[in-house]
């Protein structure tokens, strides 16, 4: 007998692959390899979602008005411009299947975020990885991939893995020499974090123009990746077609709860963020210190080269952090194989990830 056979192509992709959470023999492992908030949830956001528990039994109520005229207020924005997702991967996965369909291309840069590739196949379209600059977006490699079949480009901003970003300026022009027609997708999973003095929120264009989505997320400097809530500013259609296509209640009773407050506690974030800027500082000086190659970054993680020679690869390095409980982030994939990514952890955790760093680079220098 024949069994039902999913779309072409499905079973030909390649599974995203998470970071690992535990360590056989830590009861505390330091996990700096999702790019979560070192400082967890606002207090304030724990207690909203406290008090919403004994309503689990109910759906959640459809209208997202509240928190589309918070995220409006707190980032100035027109609030019929916004909506929600379980996390903003979910967005982007639909963004792409609502855009772009078999005989289609994605565009994506080659070391991007690595789900690109996977929503494109998904939507049944053909991704196509541009060329990049060291790890970082080319505006020029990215429009040296455009096609009379190109209908989605999706570029994070700021980038993950590499951190990297592109200034506004690029940003703009990548838009500008686009074909009309062809839906520019900003992730801007980080741009809480982005603090360059070039780098332009990309909701800034999606006011200008009616073929710019931006999507952003509560996961990262908000701390609630574990509830699933992101959101997109898009142009009114955009918003009109997710909304049709969407699920009943993209958003959970809880989610929605905790985001509010999350929102409202403006002074959990700026802690989060000097948290930040001081291990990012101070992370990097350290590895750089240590003749690591360390990609300059806008977000609350570090790409890191190692050298690879003299048993210094990123693999053996992986090996000496996770013999003392220290989780990094390795890409088994082959340009990721001399490198490593550190998401910014508590202190603690990040002296402890720069001293065995630093004994395992003395140690294998001899
Ligand atoms: C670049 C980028 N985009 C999107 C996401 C998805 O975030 P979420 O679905 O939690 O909003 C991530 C998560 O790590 C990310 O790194």
């Known amino acids: 007998m024949s069994r039902p056979a999913p779309r072409p192509g499905l079973r030909d992709i390649d599974y995203y692959m998470v970071g690992i959470a535990k360590l056989p023999g830590f009861d505390r492992v330091f996990k700096l390899s999702s790019n979560e908030s070192p400082l967890g949830a606002s207090p304030r956001a724990l207690e909203a979602a406290g008090k919403v528990l004994e309503n689990m039994h109910r759906y959640p109520e459809v209208d997202m008005e509240r928190l589309q005229e918070a995220l409006a207020v707190r980032f100035g924005l027109e609030p019929g411009r916004i909506a929600f997702g379980a996390g903003s991967d979910d967005l982007l996965a639909r963004l792409v299947q609502t855009y772009a369909g078999p005989g289609d291309e994605v565009i994506h840069s080659a070391h991007a975020y690595m789900q690109f590739p996977i929503y494109a196949a998904t939507a049944g379209a053909h991704p196509v990885a541009a060329p990049d600059d060291d790890f970082r977006h080319s505006v020029d ?42 839906l520019l997708i900003v992730d801007a999973a980080y741009e809480e974090y982005a603090a360059a003095n070039d780098y332009e ?34 142009p009114p259609e955009v918003i009109d077609l997710l909304n049709r296509t969407g699920p009943s209640f993209p958003v959970n ?3 929605k709860a905790a985001g509010l407050a999350a929102l409202a506690d403006r002074a959990h974030m700026e802690a989060v963020l000097a948290h930040n800027a001081k291990w990012l500082r101070r992370f990097s000086d350290a ?52 490198k490593l ?23 294998n220098r001899g």
């Open 287 to 338: 590895l750089r210190d240590m003749g690591l190659v360390v990609y300059p970054s806008q977000t609350n993680f570090v790409l890191v080269r190692f050298p690879g020679s003299d048993g210094t690869s990123a693999l053996a390095a992986d090996r000496a952090l996770q013999s003392q409980g220290i989780i990094a982030r390795r890409f088994a994939v082959p340009d990721f194989e001399d």
């Open 253 to 255: 009773l809880v989610a």
């Open 341 to 363: 990514r550190f998401t910014m952890g508590l202190d603690d955790e990040m002296e402890a990830a720069i001293a065995a760093l630093g004994q395992f680079m003395s140690g």
């Open 201 to 234: 929120s990309g909701t800034a264009l999606v006011a200008e123009r009616d073929d710019v989505v931006v999507t952003r997320t509560f996961s990262k400097v908000f701390g609630l990746a574990g509830l699933r809530v992101g959101w997109c500013y898009a």
């Open 141 to 182: 490699g990215i429009l040296g991939c455009v096609t009379d079949r190109t209908k989605v480009v999706i570029v994070a901003n700021p980038d993950n893995p590499s951190g990297t970003h592109l200034s506004g300026a690029e940003v703009r022009r990548l838009r500008d020499k686009l074909p009309a027609g062809v």
